[in-house]
């Protein structure tokens, strides 16, 4: 009898499957104390989800649908504000001096209210992570005639070679370097 039970213990740990966990993809800050450090305020961009759902974008009320493109807007501005060096000149945006700069000074703020739901919290998400995505696409299709996200798979894909790994690393870099996702989140400290 502790045959059998051993066997079908066995046969049930071999044959189920078990279902990782799954979450958003971040890097978190170190904990070490540094000081802030000044950013000029035209190369942020505020995002804000308060306890209803509803989404505030810089000072206005905006949809999620719209989010995406509003993010690509200030992303990919590449206005000349400090001087030619930090001219962007693969952006293809309007060149407002209101917003960012260079997609490199460029840095998403996105501050939640504890209340405020988890699958909302998470499409704002992924939404502002589509925005990077679409730029960094454009970008590797225009220098390397391939999609962003595709080069990602093809890295991680166990039937790549090594030399190609190799090649696809140094271009995946080389698009990061282009458009860094510099995406933060800001606790919201309420008093009382």
């Known amino acids: 009898m502790a045959d059998i039970a051993f066997l079908l213990l066995i046969f049930f740990l071999v044959a189920t499957s078990i279902e990782t966990d799954v979450g958003l993809d971040r890097k978190l800050p170190p904990n070490d104390t540094t000081p802030p ?7 942020i961009f505020r995002v804000s989800l308060n306890k ?4 505030f974008v810089e ?10 493109a509003a993010a690509i807007s200030f992303l990919d501005n590449g206005a000349i504000i400090s001087g030619e060096e ?6 293809q945006g309007d060149r407002s ?23 909302m919290y998470v499409s704002v998400q992924n939404e502002l992570n589509a925005a990077y995505n ?31 790994k190799i090649s696809l690393k140094r271009n ?5 370097q282009m458009y860094p996702m510099k995406l933060i989140e800001v606790e919201i400290n309420k008093k009382g």
């Open 59 to 68: 000072d206005g009320i905006m949809q999620l649908k719209d989010l995406q």
């Open 172 to 176: 995946i870099e080389h698009i990061r």
């Open 37 to 43: 450090i000044k950013i000029p305020e035209h190369n």
């Open 97 to 119: 001096t209101e917003s960012s700069e260079n997609p490199n000074e460029a840095i998403i703020s996105f501050n939640s209210d504890r209340e405020a739901s988890y699958g």
């Open 134 to 164: 679409a730029l960094r696409n454009r970008e590797a299709n225009r220098l390397f005639n391939q999609n962003f996200v595709d080069m990602e798979k093809a890295y991680y894909a166990p039937e790549t070679t090594t030399e190609d």
């Open 86 to 91: 930090g001219y962007c000149d693969y952006c």
């Open 52 to 55: 209803n759902d509803e989404l």
